[in-house]
């Protein structure tokens, strides 16, 4: 184990997960290369029991209670809690693998504060009769990403990005991802605005990530409804009449659906989670035409003050 701490804060918010989320803390611990800060944003309801973490020295531990909702209101308060130049952000259903902090670091302080990093997911398989990965990223060739493009580059729950231009960007829009009225797309929108705002997305096939399958087969269809609900709204969020690039893209991507839903026939669970899918883009699009959310300068949170509580191991 490398008792050396590398200048970066890892982020996890978590919610009514404490088994799922102490595992990843104690693989963080496992890693190759230790960061110098974990900063855990708690938003879990009241009797919700918190593990006893244990991370080895350097590792300085902050536990945030927080009683705000929805996974961008958590990455943001932990990003705010930081005390380091630069943060990674990860999922509390993932474990890491032992040289994904060292090659997100690496890469990062190389690309400079003008890039953000993002990494690789893989599916850790079956942890029971039934269940299944919801998301995975599996190029295998480190790419670096600029301008106006026409995919979705940023894994939110595996990157890491310098603090000051994440919070100048304003961080994730808290109206999108889970825990929301539109659970998803909020690392969609949040690399979006990066790559319009002149940042690279650096892709590092080396940062590994192993994403959990805790979630039960029976979720599949209402889960990709509700991915499909984010994306809607994200897409009529940044579309102009002046600019029709996220209508095409809205449009590409119901095609898609339809044609994956038709090469899914003989796998009836697919294709109804493509159906669900395609359902969701159109609802949610509509739904945030219809509310129009608030920017986020006049966004409330629903949380009262955190508390702050670090603890040296």
Same mark, same amino acid.
């Given at each position: 184990?490398?008792?050396?701490?590398?200048?970066?804060?890892?982020?996890?918010?978590? !919610?009514?997960?404490?088994?799922? /989320? +102490?595992?990843?803390?104690?693989?963080? %611990?496992? *890693?190759?290369?230790? =960061?110098?800060?974990?900063?855990?944003?708690?938003?879990?309801?009241?009797?919700?029991?918190?593990?006893?973490?244990?991370?080895?020295?350097?590792?300085?531990?902050?536990?945030?209670?927080?009683?705000?909702?929805?996974?961008?209101?958590?990455?943001?308060?932990?990003?705010?809690?930081?005390?380091?130049?630069?943060?990674?952000?990860?999922?509390?259903?993932?474990?890491?693998?032992?040289?994904?902090?060292?090659?997100?670091?690496?890469?990062?302080?190389?690309?400079?504060?003008?890039?953000?990093?993002?990494?690789?997911?893989?599916?850790?398989?079956?942890?029971?009769?039934?269940?299944?990965?919801?998301?995975?990223?599996?190029?295998?060739?480190?790419?670096?990403?600029?301008?106006?493009?026409?995919?979705?580059?940023?894994?939110?729950?595996?990157?890491?990005?310098? !603090?000051?231009?994440?919070?100048? /960007? +304003?961080?994730?829009?808290?109206?999108? %991802?889970? *825990?929301?009225?539109? =659970?998803?797309?909020?690392?969609?929108?949040?690399?979006?605005?990066?790559?319009?705002?002149?940042?690279?997305?650096?892709?590092?096939?080396?940062?590994?990530?192993?994403?959990?399958?805790?979630?039960?087969?029976?979720?599949?269809?209402?889960?990709?409804?509700?991915?499909?609900?984010?994306?809607?709204?994200?897409?009529?969020?940044?579309?102009?009449?002046?600019?029709?690039?996220?209508?095409?893209?809205?449009?590409?991507?119901?095609?898609?659906?339809?044609?994956?839903?038709?090469?899914?026939?003989?796998?009836?669970?697919?294709?109804?989670?493509?159906?669900?899918?395609?359902?969701?883009?159109?609802?949610?699009?509509?739904?945030?035409?219809?509310?129009?959310?608030?920017?986020?300068?006049?966004?409330?949170?629903?949380?009262?003050?955190?508390?702050?509580?670090?603890?040296?191991?």
């Amino acid at each position: 184990m490398n008792a050396h701490a590398l200048p970066i804060a890892i982020v996890i918010a978590s !919610r009514n997960r404490p088994g799922l /989320l +102490g595992d990843t803390v104690t693989s963080i %611990g496992s *890693g190759d290369a230790l =960061p110098s800060e974990i900063v855990i944003v708690d938003q879990s309801d009241a009797g919700t029991p918190s593990p006893a973490w244990h991370v080895p020295n350097p590792v300085v531990l902050q536990h945030v209670r927080t009683a705000t909702r929805g996974v961008s209101a958590g990455r943001n308060l932990g990003a705010r809690a930081a005390r380091t130049a630069l943060i990674a952000f990860i999922d509390d259903d993932m474990r890491v693998e032992p040289q994904w902090l060292s090659a997100l670091t690496k890469a990062l302080t190389a690309a400079g504060p003008s890039a953000a990093v993002t990494g690789r997911v893989t599916d850790g398989g079956p942890e029971g009769e039934g269940t299944f990965v919801s998301a995975t990223v599996n190029g295998a060739s480190p790419v670096s990403y600029a301008g106006r493009i026409n995919i979705d580059v940023l894994a939110g729950g595996n990157m890491a990005v310098y !603090r000051d231009a994440f919070l100048r /960007l +304003g961080g994730f829009d808290e109206r999108l %991802g889970p *825990g929301t009225r539109f =659970p998803a797309a909020e690392d969609n929108d949040l690399g979006f605005r990066m790559l319009a705002a002149g940042l690279r997305i650096v892709y590092v096939p080396e940062a590994v990530l192993v994403h959990r399958a805790w979630r039960r087969t029976s979720s599949y269809v209402p889960l990709r409804f509700a991915y499909g609900h984010g994306k809607g709204g994200f897409y009529i969020k940044h579309l102009h009449l002046s600019d029709l690039h996220m209508a095409r893209r809205l449009a590409w991507d119901l095609g898609r659906r339809a044609v994956r839903t038709v090469r899914s026939a003989a796998h009836p669970r697919r294709a109804l989670g493509e159906m669900a899918y395609a359902a969701g883009v159109v609802t949610g699009a509509c739904e945030w035409l219809i509310r129009r959310p608030a920017d986020q300068a006049d966004h409330q949170e629903l949380a009262t003050e955190p508390e702050f509580n670090s603890d040296a191991h």
